[in-house]
């Protein structure tokens, strides 16, 4: 089936620090979302994408919906303690789009050092 | 407040049973969807259901079974058949198809 590969796996960085992580498919994409999720908790929206070359923020975040409609990426600026957890990228292609099923990448795991 | 109600938070299953976890909304969303988490791996689909009275396998169905009776609950059920069913569960739903998914605060689900 469908996969999406997320990259970096994990990451450990200094407070203050920018993040940058990717999501690449080997298929073509109509919408990119992007989640975050906090230990035993459920993911929560951060910044959703609908077109090639869409750029988009959320404070500190900043998602891009790539050219190619087979990648996607966000920035997080100036990290904070808070930001610690998994990103997940998550796909829909044209095909899904009426059922709404969503691809997962297998996350990133961030964690910040004050 | 709105939003999407996973119960219980914690689950535990002894060999043979079967268990049922609830998920309710009240957003008024026509799609909903239940996921399995295990660590290291992205959100793998269950079952989906755009409207009342129908659902659809996703990618890991077997063992699994799920009713939508009310628009507002779509409880999934783990049976005995699933041979490991210790995972986080998440259950998500979104107004139609091509929206965003929301979820809840999931279940986990744990093996006597």
């Known amino acids: 089936g469908q996969q999406l590969n997320q990259s970096p796996q994990s990451m450990f960085i200094q407070e203050g620090e920018d993040v940058s992580m990717n999501c690449t498919s080997s298929?073509?994409?109509?919408?990119w979302l992007w989640y975050k999720q906090d230990p035993g908790e459920g993911p929560v929206l951060l910044i959703a994408?609908?077109?090639?070359?869409e750029l988009t923020s959320n404070g500190r975040l900043t998602a891009q919906f790539g050219i190619t409609r087979k990648d996607s990426f966000l920035n997080i600026s100036a990290s904070i303690p808070s930001d610690v957890g998994i990103y997940f990228c998550a796909g829909q292609s044209i095909v899904s789009s009426n059922t709404g099923k969503l691809i997962f990448g297998q996350g990133t795991t961030l964690q910040v050092k004050p | 407040d709105g939003g999407i109600t996973q119960s219980p938070k914690y689950l535990f299953r002894k060999e043979g049973q079967n268990v049922t976890l609830s998920c309710e909304q009240n957003l008024n969303h026509d799609a909903m969807y239940w996921y399995r988490q295990d660590p290291g791996q992205g959100l793998r689909l269950i079952y989906y259901s755009q409207i009342v009275n129908d659902f659809q396998k996703g990618d890991i169905a077997e063992g699994y079974s799920v009713s939508r009776e009310k628009k507002e609950s779509f409880p999934l059920t783990v049976t005995s058949a699933q041979k490991n069913p210790t995972a986080f569960y998440l259950c998500?739903?979104?107004?139609?198809?091509?929206?965003?998914?929301?979820f809840g605060d999931g279940t986990r689900l744990s093996i006597l």
């Open positions: 298929s073509i994409f109509n919408t």
């Open positions: 998500a739903s979104s107004q139609q198809g091509s929206q965003p998914q929301h």
């Open positions: 994408l609908y077109k090639a070359g």
